[in-house]
C-alpha cells in the first residue's frame, strides 16, 4: 500500500493526467511498479517517509506511539504521502491506545496510517470507528508451502508443516525455523505423554514452558494443532498438519473421547486469550491447564 501511494509511475501518470503537456506519458499502468527508487527504498524498508511500528516484549508502549505522532507532524521528506504501518495494534495498553486515537481524530495532511490487528473485537470501539476495515483472506497452504520452498530452501516435508502451524501468514511462515521444529516435536511428545505422567514430571514440564511469556502463544498454537490432528485423523489422516507425527497422532486418537477433544482445545483456546489480553500469572495458569488436559486423557 505505500509503495502503491507513492510509486513515481503513479504519481507520473496522476500528472499527466492533469496536464498532458507537463511529462511525458508513463507506459506501465502496474501499481506499484516495483523497480522505480520510491519502490525499491520502500521495499527495502529504508524510506524515511514509511515508519513501522512493532511491538517490544508482547506490547506497544506510549513512548513508541508519542514518537511516532511526531514524526507524523512532519510533512513528507520525498514521497506524495507519509504512510504509518503499526502492526499488532491490539498489543496496545490504554496508553498507548489513547495516544493513538488523538492522531486518527486528526490526522496530519500527506498521511496515511495502517493498522494491522487480529480482529476488533481486541480494540478500543473509539479506535475501531475511526479507521477504514479491509479484511484478508490467510493465504493457501500450497502457497505458503511453495514460499518456504522457494525463499527458505525448506524441505517439501516440512514446509508442508510449517505451512499448516503459519495459519495463512506468510510472515509467520518464514519466522518459524528448524529449531523450532525440534520444539515442536518435544512439545507433542510430552502431550502424548500427559497420561502417564506424574504430578512432578507435569510441574517441572509446567515450568519449562513457562520460562518465556513470549515464546507461550507459539507454544499453544503447537497444543491446538496437536489436538486438531487428534479430532481429524480418524476421518481423514491426509488432512493431518504434523504429518512427520502421524504415528504418535494415530496411537493417541485411538484412546480419546472426542468429547475430551473438544473440551482440551476449548481449555488450550482459553489460557491462550488470557496470556494475550491480561497479565496472568503465567506459571500457575500453565500449571492448570496440564493438570486439565491430563484428566481429560483418563
Excluded at 105 to 121: F, G, R, W
Excluded at 130 to 145: D, E, G
Aim: hydrophobic residues 40%; charged residues 25%.
Amino acid at each position: 500500500m505505500a509503495m502503491a501511494c507513492n510509486c513515481r509511475s503513479y504519481v507520473q501518470n496522476a500528472r499527466n493526467k492533469t496536464n498532458p503537456s507537463d511529462e511525458p506519458a508513463v507506459t506501465s499502468t502496474d501499481y506499484p511498479c516495483g523497480v522505480c527508487s520510491f519502490c525499491a527504498k520502500i521495499a527495502s524498508g529504508t524510506h524515511p517517509d514509511v515508519t513501522q511500528v512493532e511491538p517490544e516484549n508482547g506490547t506497544i508502549k506510549i513512548s513508541q506511539i508519542r514518537d511516532l505522532c511526531d514524526v507524523l507532524m512532519l510533512r513528507p521528506f520525498e514521497c506524495r504521502m507519509r504512510v504509518a504501518i503499526v502492526n499488532e495494534v491490539h498489543l496496545m495498553n490504554a496508553s498507548s491506545s489513547n495516544a493513538l486515537l488523538k492522531t486518527l481524530e486528526e490526522p496530519p495532511e500527506h498521511t496515511l496510517l495502517i493498522l494491522t490487528a487480529h480482529q476488533t473485537s481486541d480494540l478500543l470501539p473509539t479506535i475501531v470507528s475511526r479507521c477504514q476495515h479491509i479484511r484478508f483472506n490467510p493465504v493457501p497452504r500450497s502457497a505458503l508451502t511453495e514460499i518456504l520452498i522457494r525463499q527458505r530452501g525448506v524441505e517439501n516435508k516440512e514446509a508442508s508443516v510449517i505451512s499448516g502451524l503459519a495459519h495463512g501468514s506468510v510472515s509467520k511462515a518464514l519466522g518459524l525455523k528448524s529449531s523450532w521444529m525440534n520444539k515442536r516435536r518435544w512439545i507433542m511428545a510430552e502431550m502424548g505423554k500427559l497420561k502417564e505422567s506424574s504430578l512432578h514430571v507435569i510441574l517441572a514440564l509446567s515450568e519449562k514452558l513457562s520460562k518465556n511469556r513470549d515464546d507461550l502463544p507459539d507454544i499453544l498454537e503447537i497444543m491446538l494443532s496437536w489436538f486438531r490432528d487428534i479430532l481429524i485423523y480418524p476421518h481423514d489422516p491426509e488432512k493431518v498438519i504434523n504429518q512427520d507425527m502421524l504415528d504418535s497422532i494415530r496411537d493417541v486418537s485411538e484412546r480419546y473421547i472426542p468429547d475430551r477433544i473438544y473440551r482440551s482445545i476449548q481449555a488450550v483456546q482459553t489460557m491462550l486469550n488470557r496470556i494475550q489480553t491480561s497479565k496472568t500469572n503465567v506459571q500457575l495458569s500453565m500449571d492448570y491447564l496440564l493438570l486439565r488436559l491430563k484428566a481429560f486423557q483418563q
